[in-house]
């Protein structure tokens, strides 16, 4: 995946302009003019289609416990299937180009990032469905195995995504919140989208009553090939799929180059564990390596010759 970093001059003019970036740093989520063609689209909704009918690229060599990994049995439901840019190679060479990198990195504000983590996503167009509705949370509730609050999530919808699709919604400016303390049941490692609902909306009001804060939902309104990128603290989650037609997605996390593990543990004293933890290569300590080239590949730096870590 790694190679060299190079924007063409019309790639160049996609990246965030001074303005941009500091829009993202106010309001903790940014959306780009389009950055794919429809062609590009087609080929990774095909891809996906092939993915679901059981065909990979590549296979993980395990598949840590914690995985999200939707498979036919397990129903009509919301699907998610992590590792996707690992199993998918359209996915890996598509979703993952450069540009999408050196936007990601500009918005941090990092010479350079590498991948975090990815999924495809495949919500019904079911109102009934209750997994259609993803509870508010923030990602790094989920990453608190990371060093860093440099973590930025691609949302990249793989055609028009407004709100009757159940878009993304974010709670504006919400990154700047301070975190309420720890909750006894609080689970990381719960999948985002399981958690309990009601418990979730108590918690956001909870969280802005704690900062002084309003809570301010902004549905994301894509046209095909347009992506957004949200920090890795703001408060998202998206409602059911009305369309008609299935809302088909794709996430792609990024890290910035000094993300490192750390150990912690959850409010009941368990260790928190994160899927790439019995997956990654070891650090020379005998941490999780949340550099190795295979899982984790530098997908944007400043320094265009290929990189090796
Ligand atoms: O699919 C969605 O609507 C939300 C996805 C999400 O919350 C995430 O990837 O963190």
């Given at each position: 995946m790694e190679g060299r970093f190079t924007l063409s001059p019309g790639e160049e003019r996609l990246r965030p302009s001074p303005e941009d970036v500091a829009f993202y740093r106010n309001h903790g989520w940014f959306l780009t003019p389009p950055l794919f063609t429809e062609r590009e689209l087609a080929s990774v909704r095909e891809a996906g289609e092939r993915f679901y009918r059981g065909e990979r690229d590549r296979l993980l060599p395990i598949r840590p416990s914690r995985t999200a990994y939707w498979q036919p049995?397990?129903?009509?439901g919301q699907r998610h299937n992590d590792y996707i840019a690992y199993e998918s190679d359209a996915v890996r060479t598509i979703l993952c180009k450069p540009l999408v990198g050196a936007i990601a990195a500009r918005l941090i504000g990092t010479p350079s990032v590498r991948l975090w983590s990815s999924t495809l996503i495949h919500k019904p167009s079911d109102p009934d469905e209750p997994s259609n509705v993803v509870p508010w949370h923030t990602d790094r509730h989920h990453w608190q195995v990371c060093t860093s609050d440099d973590l930025i999530t691609a949302f990249i919808p793989l055609h028009d995504c407004d709100v009757e699709h159940g878009t993304l919604t974010v709670l504006d400016s919400s990154h700047t919140w301070d975190d309420l303390p720890p909750q006894p049941?609080?689970?990381?490692?719960?999948?985002f989208a399981g958690r309990p609902r009601q418990a979730m909306d108590s918690a956001v009001r909870a969280a802005a009553s704690y900062n002084g804060a309003t809570v301010q939902p902004v549905p994301l309104r894509f046209r095909a090939g347009q992506v957004s990128f949200h920090h890795c603290r703001t408060y998202h989650g998206s409602g059911p799929n009305l369309s008609g037609s299935p809302r088909q997605v794709v996430t792609i996390r990024f890290q910035e180059a000094s993300n490192r593990w750390r150990p912690v543990t959850d409010p009941s004293g368990s260790p928190v564990v994160y899927s790439h933890d019995s997956l990654v290569r070891r650090t020379d300590d005998g941490h999780p390596d949340y550099s190795d080239p295979e899982f984790c590949p530098v997908l944007w730096s400043d320094d265009p010759r290929p990189q090796h870590p």
């Open positions: 049995g397990d129903g009509d049941g609080d689970d990381p490692n719960r999948h």
